[in-house]
């Protein structure tokens, strides 16, 4: 996963500049799919394809043509066992909410997941995956919360998942017209992270013309800081205002993860 909010509409790949080489790369490991989330103006667009970023020339050519401040940009790594279908790649984008959504993990309670969301939302499903389940479930909390604050629906989507699944990773990242929103929120008992310390970390760069955020994996640019497990990171469009929030203060007592 990797998120990006710049000053004014510069292309993507001048502000990451040779490092993009090093994410890309890791689509060689993540190489089920691929999918970019941007804004032009207040209009969300997106492309996507299930097929190897590192070796697909519209991947390419998209990530070059962008001109925008704020976008994201997802490598899949499917789970055992799931299609390699479009449906199923990321970003998610519900374009009656301008937002787009991608995540990084596995959800356990796949059903129980399922069962949250309305049967009314649950018409807009595609794939098969538990990230769009996750992904729906979030829009079904802003519906019924009609917030402002999409870090309050966030928020709140992440209590009540706490309480009603087991999960790897509910790391995400979220996009509207207004502010990116990356969470780092992993079990560090879950086999991926004990096969592999620092998986699930989230990272993000600040400079005064841009802020980046991603996953882990390859070396971002500039000055680096670490998120921090169960944590929220708000980036706002325009300005690049930033603050990090601690999600524990949002959680019950009682958090359930499995392995």
Same mark, same amino acid.
């Given at each position: 996963?990797? +998120?990006? @909010?710049?000053? +004014?509409?510069?292309?993507?790949?001048? @502000?990451?500049?040779?490092?993009i080489k090093d994410?890309?790369?890791? $689509?060689h490991i993540h190489s089920d799919g691929w999918g970019v989330a941007w804004?032009?103006?207040?209009?969300?667009?997106?492309?996507?394809?299930?097929?190897?970023? @590192?070796?697909?020339?519209?991947?390419?050519?998209?990530? !070059?043509?962008?001109? $925008?401040?704020?976008?994201?940009? !997802?490598?899949?790594?499917?789970?055992p066992g799931m299609p390699n279908l479009l449906q199923n790649s990321h970003p998610f984008v519900y374009k009656s909410m301008g937002i787009a959504f991608m995540h990084n993990g596995l959800i356990?309670?796949?059903?129980?997941?399922?069962?949250?969301?309305?049967? $009314?939302?649950q018409n807009y499903i595609k794939g098969d995956t538990d990230s769009e389940l996750f992904f729906w479930y979030i829009v079904s909390i802003a519906k019924l919360e009609k917030s402002n604050s999409w870090e309050d629906i966030l928020k709140s989507a992440l209590v009540s998942l706490h309480k009603h699944i087991s999960f790897s990773?509910?790391?995400?990242?979220?996009?509207t017209k207004e502010a990116l929103y990356m969470i780092c929120d992993f079990n560090p008992e879950s086999s991926q992270a004990l096969q592999n310390p620092g998986y699930y970390e989230i990272y993000y760069s600040i400079s005064p013309?841009?802020?980046? @955020?991603?996953?882990?994996?390859?070396?971002?640019? +500039?000055?680096?800081?670490?998120?921090?497990?169960r944590k929220i990171i708000t980036i706002k469009r325009h300005t690049l205002e930033? !603050?990090? $929030?601690?999600?524990l203060n949002s959680f019950s007592k009682h958090v359930q993860y499995s392995n």
């Open positions: 996963m990797l +998120g990006l @909010v710049t000053k +004014g509409r510069s292309k993507k790949i001048d @502000v990451i500049n040779e490092s994410f890309n790369d890791l $689509s804004f032009e103006e207040d209009m969300i667009k997106n492309k996507k394809a299930p097929e190897c970023a @590192v070796s697909s020339r519209l991947y390419c050519d998209t990530l !070059h043509s962008i001109k $925008s401040d704020i976008l994201m940009t !997802h490598l899949r790594k499917a789970d356990h309670d796949k059903e129980e997941l399922r069962r949250l969301i309305p049967e $009314s939302i990773s509910l790391n995400c990242c979220l996009i013309e841009s802020v980046i @955020v991603s996953s882990s994996g390859w070396d971002i640019p +500039g000055r680096v800081y670490q998120l921090g497990n930033y !603050h990090t $929030s601690d999600l």
